[in-house]
């Protein structure tokens, strides 16, 4: 998925989501939801997005998607959740992960769920790895302070405890 298809696929999801608002008559989160920026942003390294808030500036809220994450294809199902996940931090700021967080993923029909199982592309970070298990074929990143000191138990699969080996 190139970066224009991607910032299409947002900024579809976000009108998906500003009339699904609409609708139910909530009409401060509309405002909210279309005063906030959406960026592509391949800086960050280990997020797959992240909600940054503006309270104290009066500034618009900013959304930024990490395109790295999303150039394999067995990622690409992850997008509109990740999406859905930041616009939900958005309309909920002080919910954190919480309940109301939870319940406003689940009327945009998303899954919530805190942390990602996404395989990481085209560039890794400074201190990171990448390992596949020698029996389920998962591929994890890791940068961990073991895998660095090349200990045994970070070379186990977290799935199924296998042995896993450097890619």
């Not at 998303?110 to 990481?120: I, L, Q, S």
């Not at 990143?141 to 896993?164: F, G, H, Q």
């Amino acid at each position: 998925m190139t970066r224009n298809e991607m910032m299409d696929q947002i900024v579809n999801i976000r009108a998906a989501m500003v009339r699904k608002l609409a609708e139910a008559g909530y009409h401060a989160g509309v405002d909210v939801l279309r005063a906030c920026q959406l960026r592509i942003d391949g800086r960050m390294t280990k997020m797959a997005g992240q909600c940054r808030y503006y309270y104290h500036t009066g500034g618009p809220h900013v959304v930024r998607i990490n395109p790295n994450f999303f150039v394999h294809r067995e990622n690409e199902g992850n997008f509109r959740n990740t999406v859905v996940h930041e616009l939900c931090h958005v309309l909920a700021p002080f919910l954190q992960h919480g309940e109301g967080w939870r319940r406003l993923m689940r009327v945009f029909g998303e899954e919530p769920r805190e942390f990602h199982n996404m395989t990481k592309g085209a560039r890794l970070g400074k201190n990171e790895r990448l390992w596949q298990c020698v029996k389920c074929r998962g591929v994890v990143v890791s940068t961990s302070c073991a895998d660095k000191l090349r200990l045994s138990i970070a070379k186990l699969c977290v799935r199924c405890m296998r042995p896993r080996r450097p890619v």
